[in-house]
C-alpha cells in the first residue's frame, strides 16, 4: 500500500472518465518509481484532454517537493482523423474531433486547485519539435488514442528520454484503439537495445528503459 498516492486518490475526484482510478494508481506509483530513483528530467503528457491524469501527476510532485517540471501537450482541438492503422470493428465513438477540451479551462483547472501551472502546448504531435519540449524526460504518459498519435509521441520525445526513464501508454491494452498497440511494438522493436523491460497493466502499456 502506498499512502500518498491513496490519500491522493481518496481526497481527490476524477474530472472526467478517460482514466479510472486503477489505471491512475498505477501511472502516479511509475511516477513514484522514477522520482524515487531520481532519475534525471521532467514529466510530460501528451493528450492531456481536461487534466484529470495531469492534475493527479502534479499533485504528486507537489506532495513530494519536487521542482521537476509538468509539460503537458494537446491539440485544443479533439482527435485527428483515425488512419487505416486505429481500424477496429468496436470503438466508433473515437471520431475526429472528439475530446475536444481547451486549453484556457486546463489552465483555469490548475488555477482553482492551487497547483503550479504547468507548461501547456496546444499543437497537434506531428508539429511538436525539440524546442517544445523539456531537455530531458524522466517520464512520460502518452494517451493520444491513435497510431499516428503515439508514433508522433515518441518521435518528439525518443531522444531526451533519460536512462532508466519510464513510459506508460493508454490503451495499449485495448480493443476499441488498436493503433496505441501498433505504434508502441513498431518503436520497441526498433529501439529494442535500450528496453529494460514491458508489461502491461490494466489497459496500460509500461516501458522501462535501460
Ligand atoms: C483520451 S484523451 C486524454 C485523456 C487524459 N490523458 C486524461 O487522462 O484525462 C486524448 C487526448 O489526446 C489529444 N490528441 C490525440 N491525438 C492527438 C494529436 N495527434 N495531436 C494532439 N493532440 C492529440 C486529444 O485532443 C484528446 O484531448
Same mark, same amino acid.
Given at each position: 500500500?502506498?499512502?500518498?498516492?491513496?490519500?491522493?486518490?481518496? *481526497?481527490?475526484?476524477?474530472?472526467s472518465?478517460?482514466?479510472?482510478?486503477?489505471?491512475?494508481?498505477?501511472?502516479?506509483?511509475?511516477?513514484?518509481?522514477?522520482?524515487?530513483?531520481?532519475?534525471q528530467?521532467?514529466?510530460?503528457?501528451?493528450?492531456c484532454?481536461?487534466?484529470?491524469?495531469?492534475?493527479?501527476?502534479?499533485?504528486?510532485?507537489?506532495?513530494?517537493?519536487?521542482? *521537476?517540471?509538468?509539460?503537458?501537450?494537446?491539440?485544443?482541438?479533439?482527435?485527428?482523423?483515425?488512419?487505416?492503422?486505429?481500424?477496429?470493428?468496436?470503438?466508433?465513438?473515437?471520431?475526429?474531433?472528439?475530446?475536444?477540451?481547451?486549453?484556457?479551462?486546463?489552465?483555469?483547472?490548475?488555477?482553482?486547485?492551487?497547483l503550479p501551472?504547468?507548461?501547456?502546448?496546444?499543437?497537434?504531435?506531428?508539429?511538436?519539435?525539440?524546442?517544445?519540449?523539456?531537455?530531458d524526460?524522466?517520464f512520460?504518459?502518452?494517451?493520444g488514442?491513435?497510431?499516428?498519435?503515439?508514433?508522433?509521441?515518441?518521435?518528439?520525445?525518443?531522444?531526451?528520454?533519460?536512462?532508466?526513464?519510464t513510459?506508460v501508454?493508454?490503451?495499449?491494452?485495448?480493443?476499441?484503439?488498436?493503433g496505441?498497440?501498433?505504434?508502441?511494438?513498431?518503436?520497441?522493436?526498433?529501439?529494442?537495445?535500450?528496453?529494460?523491460?514491458?508489461r502491461?497493466?490494466?489497459?496500460?502499456?509500461?516501458?522501462?528503459?535501460?
Amino acid at each position: 500500500m502506498n499512502c500518498v498516492i491513496d490519500s491522493l486518490l481518496r *481526497r481527490f475526484p476524477l474530472i472526467s472518465d478517460q482514466v479510472d482510478v486503477s489505471e491512475l494508481r498505477v501511472i502516479l506509483r511509475e511516477l513514484e518509481f522514477v522520482l524515487e530513483r531520481n532519475i534525471q528530467g521532467d514529466i510530460v503528457e501528451l493528450g492531456c484532454y481536461k487534466g484529470t491524469t495531469s492534475l493527479f501527476l502534479a499533485r504528486l510532485l507537489a506532495a513530494r517537493n519536487e521542482d *521537476r517540471k509538468l509539460y503537458l501537450y494537446d491539440s485544443f482541438a479533439g482527435l485527428p482523423p483515425k488512419t487505416a492503422q486505429d481500424s477496429s470493428t468496436v470503438g466508433d465513438q473515437f471520431v475526429a474531433g472528439e475530446l475536444h477540451a481547451t486549453k484556457a479551462d486546463l489552465v483555469r483547472t490548475f488555477m482553482k486547485n492551487y497547483l503550479p501551472q504547468p507548461t501547456i502546448k496546444k499543437a497537434w504531435f506531428s508539429n511538436l519539435n525539440r524546442t517544445d519540449m523539456p531537455a530531458d524526460i524522466c517520464f512520460a504518459f502518452f494517451d493520444g488514442d491513435f497510431y499516428e498519435s503515439i508514433r508522433d509521441s515518441f518521435r518528439v520525445c525518443q531522444d531526451l528520454f533519460s536512462a532508466g526513464a519510464t513510459i506508460v501508454i493508454d490503451d495499449y491494452d485495448s480493443e476499441a484503439l488498436p493503433g496505441a498497440a501498433r505504434a508502441t511494438d513498431e518503436w520497441i522493436s526498433q529501439h529494442s537495445t535500450i528496453i529494460k523491460s514491458f508489461r502491461t497493466e490494466h489497459s496500460l502499456g509500461i516501458l522501462k528503459l535501460v
